[in-house]
């Protein structure tokens, strides 16, 4: 059974940088990524990272977040800088695993201004 264990988020002023991490069990390698739900909106996609390297990220996080994953790919992190209030949220990560998805705990980050 695929399992997601999320840490790091929390609160941080505008402007600012936090990271998080996501370590996947229970699964092969696959495409990994990060959504969030800002608050009283719907869960958005943030960043995604294939199998072979390909990221992809929403126009909102463009230049500011960075997706990676370690060697042994069981692993995601997501790098954010420049925070903005608006980027408040519950971060879920997520594993897409013959097209079924795995969702995260989530992880709630909040940016003060």
């Known amino acids: 059974q695929v399992q997601l264990v999320e840490s790091g988020g929390g609160l941080v002023q505008a402007g600012g940088s936090l990271s998080l991490s996501c370590a996947a069990s229970?699964?092969?390698?696959?495409?990994m990524g990060w959504y969030r739900q800002p608050p009283g909106k719907q869960r958005e996609l943030v960043a995604t990272?294939?199998?072979?390297?390909?990221?992809h990220y929403a126009d909102s996080v463009k230049g500011r977040f960075t997706i990676s994953r370690d060697n042994a790919k069981t692993t995601v992190y997501l790098q954010m800088s420049s925070l903005k209030p608006e980027d408040t949220a519950v971060y879920y990560c997520?594993?897409?695993?013959?097209?079924?998805?795995?969702w995260g705990q989530g992880t709630q980050v909040t940016v003060s201004s």
């Open positions: 997520n594993l897409n695993l013959l097209g079924y998805d795995y």
């Open positions: 990272i294939g199998s072979g390297g390909y990221t």
């Open positions: 229970g699964g092969t390698v696959s495409t």
